[in-house]
């Protein structure tokens, strides 16, 4: 640029906020948005894609089964470590928490949605924990969480950098090229790497799987 930027500020209104959360905030501003005719759903990668839609739609089933009922909440703190987190949160923190878990601990949340199945009386709950049992154990599900779990937590670290009170533009600058740069570089070689990486899990699973079966016949 010849000459120094200069930030215009363009008030689009005012509005009453009824709800002071992230999450009521957040929606009144994006409706208030979809209102005047500026569009935002390009900028959410995730509802593009089926796939993605699928996904996270049964990131969020997982979260929603276990903290539906104590018991059920119970039964997944014994057999995990790292919390799930619900995907409907705004914050970007929040989504990559909500990968985490399975992330790293997909053969213990597996474990934990067949002990549901096998506690619970109700028989849609049953249903639903068997499924999702079988989802967590898919490649298909594997792999999407590593990609998604490296993308997330790429743009979260931008993300808080950028929100610092002390960012200069330049900085800023610079780290969103870096960020573009990256994450262009993972489309060509990241998802090889992302493929190695599920196919581990996907056999940590079938080990943790052939174990069970090992176990329950011995106490039979």
């Given at each position: 640029?010849?000459?120094?930027?200069?930030?215009?500020?363009?008030?689009?209104?005012?509005?009453?906020?009824?709800?002071?959360?992230?999450?009521?905030?957040?929606?009144l501003?994006?409706?208030r948005?979809?209102?005047?005719n500026?569009?935002?759903?390009a900028?959410?990668?995730?509802?593009v894609?089926?796939?993605?839609?699928?996904?996270?739609?049964?990131?969020?089933k997982l979260?929603?089964l276990?903290?539906?009922?104590?018991?059920?909440?119970?039964?997944?703190?014994?057999?995990?470590?790292?919390?799930?987190k619900?995907w409907?949160d705004?914050?970007?923190?929040?989504?990559?928490?909500s990968?985490e878990?399975v992330?790293?601990?997909?053969p213990?949340?597996?474990?934990?949605?067949?002990?549901v199945?096998?506690?619970?009386?109700?028989?849609?709950?049953?249903?639903?924990?068997?499924?999702?049992?079988e989802e967590?154990?898919s490649y298909?599900?594997?792999?999407?969480?590593v990609?998604?779990?490296d993308?997330?937590?790429?743009?979260?670290?931008?993300?808080?950098?950028?929100?610092?009170?002390?960012?200069?533009?330049?900085?800023?600058?610079?780290?969103?090229t870096k960020?573009?740069?990256?994450?262009?570089?993972?489309?060509?070689?990241?998802?090889?790497a992302?493929?190695?990486?599920?196919?581990?899990?996907?056999?940590?699973?079938?080990?943790?799987?052939?174990?069970?079966?090992?176990?329950?016949?011995?106490?039979?």
């Open positions: 640029m010849d000459e120094a930027p200069k930030i215009k500020e363009h008030i689009l209104g005012f509005l009453v906020a009824s709800e002071t959360t992230d999450l009521g905030l957040s929606s501003i994006l409706n948005l979809k209102e005047l500026i569009p935002f759903d900028a959410d990668a995730a509802k894609s089926t796939d993605a839609i699928s996904y996270f739609s049964n990131v969020q979260y929603t276990f903290s539906a009922a104590l018991q059920r909440w119970a039964i997944l703190k014994e057999h995990r470590t790292i919390a799930l619900s409907s705004p914050q970007w923190e929040s989504h990559v928490n990968i878990a992330q790293y601990q997909a213990n949340i597996r474990e934990a949605l067949l002990e199945r096998d506690k619970v009386t109700d028989p849609l709950t049953k249903v639903e924990a068997q499924s999702l049992a967590v154990w298909r599900f594997l792999i999407c969480t990609v998604w779990y993308i997330l937590h790429h743009v979260n670290h931008v993300s808080k950098l950028l929100q610092s009170a002390t960012m200069q533009l330049e900085v800023a600058v610079d780290l969103l960020a573009n740069m990256s994450l262009t570089s993972y489309r060509d070689t990241g998802f090889a992302a493929q190695a990486t599920a196919k581990d899990m996907s056999e940590e699973i079938n080990v943790e799987a052939v174990l069970n079966v090992k176990r329950q016949r011995s106490t039979k």
